[in-house]
């Protein structure tokens, strides 16, 4: 079975996990994509939540190297022998217009301080001046 994996924020091209990582050498960019859900800003990251009431925005990949996932996994803070110490579950969503379900990032806390981005779209956020997002997450 092949693996998936939808990115919606500082993996996406162009922002420094992104290369930093290698995931277009890792993965094959398969386009642009849609889940359900919710996106927020939480701190200066971005958080997606569960929802069938919206659609995040964000870019689908085919996962070419299985350790990948793993490095991703360490980079969201998921570990899965510590599910309630994990900022991030690695999650199946359904991939909204495509018969397949993607690995996603979805956050594991409260979102109640965090600002609802309305667009779902973490880079048309970013791209805002009045945003404060100048710099992506770094890689500890």
């Given at each position: ?41 939480v ?16 870019e ?59 667009s ?21």
């Amino acid at each position: 079975m092949e693996d998936y994996v939808f990115v919606y924020g500082t993996l996406m091209r162009g922002f420094e996990a992104h290369d930093g990582l290698g995931v277009s050498e890792r993965a094959s960019y398969l386009g642009d994509a849609r889940v359900e859900g919710e996106l927020y800003r939480v701190d200066r990251n971005p958080a997606l939540v569960h929802s069938e009431t919206g659609t995040v925005e964000g870019e689908l990949y085919r996962v070419e190297d299985p350790k990948l996932l793993d490095d991703i996994d360490r980079y969201e803070g998921y570990y899965p022998e510590d599910v309630e110490g994990s900022l991030y579950l690695r999650s199946y969503v359904n991939v909204v217009d495509r018969d397949l379900q993607a690995w996603a990032y979805v956050y594991n806390e409260d979102v109640d301080d965090g600002e609802k981005i309305g667009s779902g779209s973490w880079r048309s956020y970013v791209e805002d001046e009045d945003t404060g997002v100048e710099e992506t997450k770094s890689l500890d």
